[in-house]
């Protein structure tokens, strides 16, 4: 669905759609909120490594968690944790068991509110920075990653 809309969007005009082509590709790099998107410019503008957004992960066949942002060969994701998605009780008790799966498998999960993103960028690129630079050079997880819109499996060597 996303290539067929990229495609009509390509053969039309570009006049008046910026916006909507950076939503697009948004939506097809794995974007599932603003704050997610929030998340990824502010990674674009960092410099550091792009990571994969909402991608699947498991062991085995046994499904760990689909973290908002997963750099694979680290094992390090973050997750933005908004009052909108993550407070009722229901979806706090489902974010803290998500967290508690990642951390039995080893995962260091970084998580950040959509407020903090906006207004302490320099904090949470460098929270990101250190995490990613103490992951190089621990052993690989083995976890398997399937990316949004992957037609195919992808081996993570985590």
């Known amino acids: 669905m996303v290539p067929d809309l990229y495609a009509e969007l390509i053969a039309g005009s570009s006049v008046g759609s910026a916006l909507f082509r950076e939503a697009l590709t948004d939506v097809a790099d794995g974007i599932r909120s603003s704050a997610e998107a929030d998340l990824k410019d502010l990674l674009v503008k960092s410099r550091l490594p792009m990571p994969l957004f909402n991608p699947s992960v498991y062991d085995g066949d046994t499904f760990i968690a689909k973290p908002d ?81 992957a037609g195919q499996l992808v081996k993570g060597a985590v």
């Open 69 to 149: 942002a997963w750099w694979p060969e680290l094992g390090v994701a973050a997750e933005v944790d908004s009052h909108e998605w993550h407070m009722s009780p229901e979806d706090h008790a489902k974010t803290l068991a998500r967290g508690r799966r990642m951390g039995v498998y080893q995962i260091v999960a970084l998580r950040f509110t959509p407020k903090q993103i906006r207004s302490e960028p320099a904090a949470v690129i460098d929270e990101i920075r250190r995490t990613i630079e103490g992951a190089r050079g621990r052993p690989p997880l083995n976890l398997r990653t399937v990316p949004v819109g």
